[in-house]
């Protein structure tokens, strides 16, 4: 039944049984009564190995030699289970499974659930920060019997079923087993006259707008949290809390990497060969930056502080331009005799290059 050898230590049958026992145990298994017998049978068990004396008996006779005392009937000795609490101190309580005045009733109050609302936000809101409303649909308290959920001037009267325990006891095996009243639900007491508004609940749907203050910098994907603003608990339990998730719209120019900003802005070939100075725009109007001769396309320029506010934070992150050389593809005749004349001057070796080198560009330039 335990699963133990015939040479197993005191510690060894404890642990075969509590392991089965839990797993079999009718609590666990309210809708297996093989469970049940299962649990009776294991426990019987336990009760023949763990006592010295029928143990010698078993050793000897087998299930003939304890079959007269090893069940609920007479010989059964209660001295067995002193040590119970040490096998399941961490899953019952000793009182409950032996029918000691132990009794846990369980409050109707129950915690509200958590709501979530999804707020879409333009690029520069999330940036700069907003204030948005919110409309939540939720349950809140019922204001004619204040969550109780009876009538005004009633109360809730004590549970017959269980006498306001709670909990109703069965007697199964050597023990007298407590399971949720299930007239009361646990909670020891009924309402029989509810409440004409909430039918009874506690609570009642309505339809409610928050005031939401977006801070600066939040990413797409932020949450934000209003503590007591979900749904109302159940019989006058604490309410949830609302998330607000924020989704925000892609720039039409900027890209976001945390609190950097990155864009792509094209130069001319002269502008590059002779540098230049171009205005690149940014959250907060035109910046100018200095373009140097001899830059290539590709090349990174970083403008600091221009990025996004840190959230809740101080500090702002960085702008990176990115400037491509930009290639006509259509010149008129004068434009082609001036390039051809530059070309002449300024011959390039048209080698392949080495691929470490290459390399090094592609980590560059990514």
């Given at each position: 039944?335990?699963?133990?050898t015939?040479?197993?230590?005191?510690?060894?049958?404890k642990?075969?049984?509590r392991?089965l026992?839990?797993?079999?145990?009718p609590d666990?298994?309210?809708?297996?009564?093989?469970?049940?017998?299962?649990?009776?049978?294991?426990?019987?068990?336990?009760a023949?190995?763990a006592?010295?004396?029928k143990r010698s008996?078993y050793?000897?006779?087998?299930?003939a030699?304890?079959?007269?005392?090893a069940?609920?009937?007479?010989?059964?000795?209660?001295?067995?289970?002193q040590?119970?609490?040490?096998i399941f101190?961490?899953?019952?309580g000793?009182?409950?499974l032996?029918g000691?005045?132990?009794s846990?009733?369980?409050?109707r109050?129950?915690?509200?659930?958590?709501l979530?609302?999804?707020?879409?936000?333009?690029?520069?809101?999330?940036?700069?920060?907003?204030?948005?409303k919110?409309?939540v649909?939720h349950?809140?308290?019922?204001e004619d019997?204040?969550g109780?959920?009876?009538?005004p001037?009633?109360?809730?009267?004590?549970?017959?079923?269980c006498a306001?325990r709670?909990?109703?006891?069965?007697q199964?095996?050597?023990?007298?087993i407590?399971?949720?009243?299930p007239?009361?639900?646990?909670?020891?007491?009924v309402?029989?006259d509810p409440c004409?508004?909430?039918k009874?609940?506690g609570?009642?749907?309505?339809q409610r707008?928050?005031?939401?203050?977006?801070p600066?910098g939040v990413?797409?994907?932020?949450?934000?949290?209003?503590?007591?603003?979900?749904?109302?608990?159940?019989?006058?339990?604490?309410?949830?809390?609302?998330y607000?998730?924020?989704?925000?719209?892609?720039?039409?120019f900027f890209?976001r990497?945390?609190?950097?900003?990155?864009?792509v802005?094209?130069?001319s070939f002269t502008q590059?060969?002779?540098?230049?100075?171009?205005?690149v725009?940014?959250?907060?109007?035109?910046?100018?930056?200095?373009?140097?001769?001899?830059t290539?396309?590709?090349?990174?320029?970083?403008?600091r502080?221009?990025g996004?506010?840190?959230l809740?934070?101080?500090g702002?992150?960085?702008?990176f331009?990115?400037?491509?050389?930009?290639?006509p593809?259509?010149?008129?005749?004068?434009?082609?005799?001036?390039?051809?004349?530059?070309?002449q001057?300024?011959?390039?070796?048209?080698?392949?290059?080495?691929?470490?080198?290459?390399?090094?560009?592609k980590?560059?330039?990514?």
């Amino acid at each position: 039944m335990l699963g133990v050898t015939r040479t197993a230590s005191e510690q060894e049958i404890k642990s075969a049984y509590r392991k089965l026992a839990l797993q079999y145990h009718p609590d666990r298994n309210p809708d297996k009564p093989q469970a049940e017998e299962k649990f009776k049978e294991v426990t019987e068990a336990y009760a023949v190995l763990a006592d010295t004396e029928k143990r010698s008996l078993y050793d000897r006779f087998g299930h003939a030699g304890v079959s007269s005392s090893a069940g609920a009937g007479a010989g059964f000795d209660a001295s067995v289970f002193q040590d119970f609490q040490d096998i399941f101190g961490d899953f019952f309580g000793f009182g409950d499974l032996f029918g000691g005045a132990s009794s846990r009733r369980r409050s109707r109050a129950q915690r509200g659930a958590d709501l979530r609302e999804d707020v879409t936000l333009e690029f520069d809101e999330a940036v700069f920060g907003t204030e948005t409303k919110v409309t939540v649909r939720h349950h809140e308290v019922c204001e004619d019997c204040r969550g109780s959920g009876a009538a005004p001037g009633k109360a809730p009267v004590t549970c017959r079923s269980c006498a306001g325990r709670g909990q109703v006891r069965y007697q199964q095996g050597f023990f007298s087993i407590a399971r949720t009243c299930p007239t009361c639900q646990g909670a020891g007491s009924v309402i029989t006259d509810p409440c004409p508004k909430c039918k009874g609940e506690g609570r009642v749907l309505r339809q409610r707008t928050v005031d939401a203050k977006v801070p600066a910098g939040v990413e797409d994907g932020t949450r934000i949290r209003f503590a007591g603003l979900g749904e109302a608990g159940a019989f006058g339990g604490p309410a949830g809390d609302l998330y607000v998730v924020l989704h925000v719209k892609e720039h039409s120019f900027f890209e976001r990497e945390g609190n950097d900003l990155h864009c792509v802005i094209p130069i001319s070939f002269t502008q590059a060969a002779l540098g230049t100075e171009i205005a690149v725009p940014t959250l907060e109007g035109d910046h100018k930056l200095k373009i140097p001769e001899g830059t290539q396309s590709g090349s990174t320029f970083r403008i600091r502080n221009k990025g996004v506010p840190v959230l809740n934070s101080h500090g702002k992150g960085d702008l990176f331009v990115e400037v491509r050389v930009h290639t006509p593809n259509k010149l008129n005749k004068r434009q082609r005799e001036l390039l051809q004349e530059l070309d002449q001057m300024t011959r390039v070796d048209n080698k392949p290059q080495n691929r470490t080198l290459l390399g090094k560009v592609k980590d560059i330039f990514g």
